[in-house]
């Protein structure tokens, strides 16, 4: 298929790609720790294995990002959907510890590979068609996919065990998405168009030439991070949403458990209001735009209402002792976030070139796996010594006072506030 010749078009591809991306996770997501321990391994276990996947994302999350810019786009997101499909297929088999930590491995490296280039090529599709267009509507129904997929996933993730029943039950969304992700591999192939220069020889000299490349321009990507303050503005408040997001994660089963009256009460309520806060994050993302302009097109003034909101709602989670205050907070904590990402990310791709912008969005994902091990690794220790409230009222501190950072964002994102010098855009 020809590349698309209108804004709506591509984003009609960008939000369908980005649904059928995050579908099959949401099928897993409710059932993977069921499946781990049914068997035969611990939590303790289970919980290596997520600190392996958490390590393989932060070592590998810029080098595929340069990767991305460095080959193309579509190869790219072709090899982490393989990658997701195979991790799925060796999750539904696995029966020891060391088949599990195969499945997260390459679970690992598929999150790596696609975590940036459908955005990229979305946001270089549209400067091309329209040098001037305004990227936030489409990165807002992004978003909206995005949680939207993974909502539905979930939904039909935890209710397939109980419906087919049986030993092996709790296989079948691994198999369902490994299904998914045959749909999505075919779905890259015909829309994921890209108008990249040829290369000459052959395509083994053409990897190893994009190969070579990526050292530089995971360089560049990582110079401007340092050196560019609306981008260090905006990697520091992606940080901020990974503490707040871990902290829910962490935190939220626990006090569902709590309140519900036993842990299998409250893993049931845990997972309905789950599903409900993704779909309220993809509400939140459509309405960033509106927000925004409610706000007379300040983006900083947005952001910031909604660092004061995530950590109002973190703050409700510490509060009375009633479940239907509590998963309004939990839900209202995702709205904020799945609102402010979009806003993020235009002003992200305000300060870069293509050249390295699936790098540059790669820098995000590496930034919100980094809040979200700060926040796995500080929370505990003080829920420990101060209580359950503590925690949750600590994290909503940190991230109200992310308000603070959101007004040394630019007002806008228009791009026509950076200039492009020596291949990255610099200026405020």
């Known amino acids: ?42 939590l303790a276990e289970i919980g290596v294995l997520l600190t392996v996947h958490g390590a393989v994302v932060l070592l590998l999350e810029l080098p595929t990002g340069g990767l991305a810019d460095a080959l193309g786009r579509r190869p790219v997101v072709v090899a982490g959907a393989v990658l997701h499909l195979l991790s799925c297929l060796v999750h539904a088999t696995a029966s020891t510890f060391a088949g599990f930590l195969v499945g997260v491995l390459l679970l690992g490296l598929g999150r790596v590979l696609d975590s940036g280039p459908v955005e990229a090529w979305y946001v270089d599709t549209v400067h091309r068609i329209d040098p001037g267009a305004d990227v936030a509507p489409g990165l807002a129904r992004h978003s909206a996919a995005d949680g939207g997929g993974l909502a539905v996933g979930a939904v039909v993730g935890g209710l397939l065990p109980g419906l087919l029943g049986g030993g092996g039950a709790l296989a079948v969304p691994y198999l369902a998405a490994a299904v998914l992700d045959l749909v999505l591999i075919a779905a890259v192939l015909r829309l994921l168009s890209e108008e990249r220069p040829p290369r000459e020889g052959s395509a083994r000299a053409a990897l190893a030439d994009g190969l070579r490349a990526v ?103 510490a509060g009375p002792d009633l479940l239907a205050v509590a998963a309004t907070g939990f839900v209202l904590h995702y709205v904020a976030h799945g609102s402010a990402w979009p806003l993020l990310s235009a002003v992200l791709h305000t300060r870069v070139t293509a050249a390295h912008r699936a790098t540059a969005v790669s820098a995000m994902s590496l930034a919100m796996a980094l809040g979200g091990i700060l926040g796995n690794l500080v929370v505990p220790p003080l829920v420990g010594s101060a209580g359950l409230g503590a925690g949750f009222l600590a994290v909503a501190g940190v991230v109200a006072l992310g308000a603070v950072a959101c007004l040394r964002l630019p007002r806008t994102t228009a791009r026509d506030t950076a200039v492009a010098v020596d291949g990255a855009l610099v200026g405020y």
Not at 14 to 30: E, H, Q
Not at 244 to 260: S, T, Y
Not at 289 to 312: E, K, W
């Open 1 to 42: 298929m020809s590349a698309p010749q209108t804004v709506a078009a591509a984003t009609r591809r960008l939000v369908g790609l980005t649904a059928l991306r995050w579908l099959p996770v949401g099928l897993t997501a409710p059932i993977t720790v069921l499946l781990a321990q049914s068997r035969g391994l611990t």
């Open 215 to 317: 050292p530089a321009t995971v360089g560049g990507a990582v110079r401007l991070s340092l050196t560019d303050r609306p981008m260090r503005v905006v990697l520091l408040l992606t940080a901020v949403g990974g503490v707040g997001l871990a902290a829910c994660e962490l935190l939220g089963p626990v006090r569902f458990g709590e309140l519900a009256g036993d842990r299998d009460d409250g893993a049931a309520v845990y997972g309905v209001v789950l599903a409900t806060s993704f779909a309220a994050a993809a509400v939140g993302a459509m309405a960033a735009p509106a927000l925004r302009r409610v706000l007379r097109g300040s983006t900083r003034a947005a952001c910031a209402v909604l660092a004061v909101l995530g950590g109002a709602s973190l703050a409700a989670l």
